[in-house]
């Protein structure tokens, strides 16, 4: 195994606690506690699994870390009469994923830059933190390199589900009977049947 497995390998170690990195990823997290939301970094966490999901250290590259609450949704508690059941504060579950959310939330903070991925680096009883990488197209170094400059022609991709987590939201990872996938949606597939 090269540098990489074994990169990827101790940090599972220290999401689990466990193997010697599980001290430095608890003060990390202690230290992100104090942080805001989102804060810009200079280079990522995880390298190897950032470079697997497309990072290069190069100019135009961003990544940022978002931390996202745990739990269901909030809303505030209706203050006019009814019965609690109908209060509508309960047992509301999102309907988008924490890491759907996360590159939101990057996407808006930084809007001249585009969403290219993103990935889990931590949690606590509170919060979710993960790590967004980003890539501002108009970058001269972007535009050249022929594998990323796609990404020019692709706008929004964080809000319309085009990244790796929305499109697992959105069901277009699982598969058919056979061994075909149902595209372009679970909902459009199932009334094409009909």
């Known amino acids: ?6 990169i990827i390998e101790n940090f599972q170690k220290a999401y689990a606690g466990k193997g010697e990195f599980a001290d430095s990823q608890r003060e990390r997290i202690l230290q992100w506690r104090r942080e805001p939301a989102i804060v810009r970094l200079e280079k990522p966490t ?6 697997e999901l497309g990072y ?5 590259f961003v990544i940022a870390r978002v931390r996202v609450r745990k739990g269901s949704g ?3 508690r209706p203050n006019k009469g009814r019965r609690p059941k109908r209060m509508g504060v309960l047992k509301l579950k999102r309907s988008i994923s924490k890491q759907r959310i996360a590159e939101e939330r990057a996407a808006r903070r930084f809007s001249n830059l585009e969403v290219l991925n993103s990935y889990y680096v931590g949690e606590d009883g509170q919060h979710i933190w993960y790590e967004v990488i980003m890539v ?6 972007i535009l050249s390199d022929r594998e990323v ?3 020019i022609n692709h706008r929004g991709r964080a809000f319309r589900g085009l990244t790796s987590a929305g499109k697992k939201g959105r069901g277009l990872r699982k598969k058919g009977k056979g ?3 149902i595209r372009p949606s679970i909902r459009a597939n199932q009334r094409k049947g009909k």
């Not at 290069?56 to 135009?60: I, N, P, R, T, V």
């Open 136 to 141: 501002d197209p108009y970058h001269p170094v």
């Open 46 to 51: 995880n390298p190897a699994r950032a470079r």
């Open 74 to 76: 909030h809303k505030t």
């Open 56 to 60: 290069k250290a190069k100019q135009g």
């Open 1 to 6: 195994m090269g540098a990489h497995g074994y």
């Open 179 to 181: 061994t075909e996938k």
């Open 149 to 151: 400059n796609w990404i």
